[in-house]
């Protein structure tokens, strides 16, 4: 799924992209418009964040016409994002006690939370319960979790990365495992090697710049 400001390539957003300019950002008329183009955006593996938080903005301003299942499904987009401030950033702008109707809400919110708090094994175990109908979704979640296992370990055991990674075959991991530069152990095939963090370390010199006139006074007191 593209990353939030990929250039618009096709007609459709294009047309949104002219809308949301100047005083027709919010206007209602513009609204069912949005509503139709969170559904092209999953039937077309395309994301387009600025059109989705001016929708969600429409209904703060509108709350009668606030539709759960719409923002559920711009949540979810958001996710696909991780680790970018997206999914933040739109819930900012959502009613609470609404968001508590929709069940559908209440579970991106469940899967929002695990993730930030790298629970992945029951984020996955949620998702199989779970119908999320986006095209990549699963695939730039996973991207997400190997970006925070690469800044996180050194090494980590099979096991637990296959319980991380989630709903791949044996082959599937396999060549993640080597699409990502990772290796098993030559001394324990049980365990992974991600990375050498210490080779990321950069030392730094610091160099303090004190006047004589700064510290004269310390030193005549003395």
Request: include cysteine; charged fraction near 25%; charge should be negative.
């Amino acid at each position: 799924m593209p990353p939030v400001n990929q250039p618009r390539t096709n007609t459709r957003a294009e047309e949104v992209a002219r809308k949301l300019k100047g005083i027709e950002r919010y206007n209602p008329n513009c609204r069912p418009m949005l509503e139709d183009y969170v559904q092209y955006q999953i039937d077309n593996n395309f994301y387009d964040f600025d059109a989705n938080m001016a929708l969600l903005k429409m209904y703060q301003f509108d709350p009668v016409n606030f539709q759960g299942d719409k923002v559920a499904d711009i949540l979810l987009l958001a996710l696909t994002n991780l680790p970018k401030s997206d999914f933040l950033l739109c819930k900012y702008l959502l009613d609470s006690q609404k968001c508590q109707e929709n069940p559908r809400i209440v579970e991106a919110l469940q899967f929002s939370e695990l993730l930030e708090s790298c629970r992945f094994q029951e984020f996955w175990e949620q998702l199989d319960r779970a119908s999320v109908k986006i095209s990549g979704f699963e695939n730039r979640i996973r991207e997400f979790i190997c970006q925070t296992i690469n800044r996180t370990y050194q090494t980590i055991s099979r096991q637990e990365l296959q319980l991380a990674l989630g709903r791949l075959s044996a082959n599937e991991f396999e060549g993640l495992i080597k699409a990502r530069g990772w290796k098993v152990l030559a001394d324990d095939a049980n365990y992974i090697w991600i990375a050498n963090h210490e080779e990321n370390i950069k030392s730094r010199n610091i160099v303090e710049k004190i006047k004589f006139e700064h510290v004269a006074p310390v030193m005549h007191t003395a």
